[in-house]
T-cell receptor
Framework: NAGVTQTPKFQVLKTGQSMTLQCAQDMNHNSMYWYRQDPGMGLRLIYYSASEGTTDKGEVPNGYNVSRLNKREFSLRLESAAPSQTSVYFC??????????????FGAGSRLTVL | DAKTTQPTSMDCAEGRAANLPCNHSTISGNEYVYWYRQIHSQGPQYIIHGLKNNETNEMASLIITEDRKSSTLILPHATLRDTAVYYCIVRVADAGNMLTFGGGTRLMVKP
């Protein structure tokens, strides 16, 4: 049982290049999230998908797009990378049950450097 | 969301209990208290959560004051592997709800 899998683990881009971070979960979770974490800082929510077919902006959505491809997969795209997007990106998922507390399961992270 | 206040850093001796406080004085009646931790640069890991009552699991205990305005996470016998940043988060439990992570407490367990 892999949980939440992110690819790639490391990536170096030049300013203006584009790329997509992939995230897949095998826990049959309904809700998925993308966070970024800058050095020495807490996590900030970029986008989330409460359920398959829906996506919403988080705290810092500018410069990103997302796609909820199916229930398992939630991708994050940088159309024109900027040095300010150098960060570690974490994908997370939760069952999204309407009752009870939601507990997030996180992936191992994708470390992105934009030169 | 109710905001939380945590100390920036704490030290604890190996084998002793680590008590991490969190203030959430504006918490609403339907908001849960969650604790996560992040070891080095790994993805955050869920520890425990609670609404009103004290909770215990294999990792930790969560003590919530009667007025719910503060809580304490207790690691009963801290080990070096418990060195991490610990996040206290307060949030309602909705479908599609997301958690907002603040700065957390950096716990250093020392030999």
């Amino acid at each position: 049982n892999a949980g939440v899998t992110q690819t790639p683990k490391f990536q170096v881009l030049k300013t203006g290049q584009s790329m997509t971070l992939q995230c897949a979960q095998d826990m049959n979770h309904n809700s998925m999230y993308w966070y970024r974490q800058d050095p020495g800082m807490g996590l900030r929510l970029i986008y989330y998908s409460a359920s398959e077919g829906t996506t919403d902006k988080g705290e810092v959505p500018n410069g990103y797009n997302v796609s909820r491809l199916n229930k398992r997969e939630f991708s994050l795209r940088l159309e024109s990378a900027a040095p300010s997007q150098t960060s570690v990106y974490f994908c997370a998922s939760t069952s999204g049950a309407s009752s009870g507390a939601n507990v997030l399961t996180f992936g191992a992270g994708s470390r992105l450097t934009v030169l | 969301d109710a905001k939380t206040t945590q100390p920036t850093s704490m030290d604890c001796a190996e084998g002793r209990a680590a008590n991490l406080p969190c203030n959430h004085s504006t918490i609403s009646g339907n908001e849960y208290v969650y604790w996560y931790r992040q070891i080095h640069s790994q993805g955050p890991q869920y520890i425990i959560h609670g609404l009103k009552n004290n909770e215990t699991n294999e990792m930790a205990s969560l003590i919530i004051t009667e007025d719910r305005k503060s809580s304490t996470l207790i690691l009963p016998h801290a080990t070096l592997r418990d060195t991490a940043v610990y996040y206290c988060i307060v949030r309602v439990a909705d479908a599609g709800n997301m958690l907002t992570f603040g700065g957390g407490t950096r716990l250093m367990v020392k030999p």
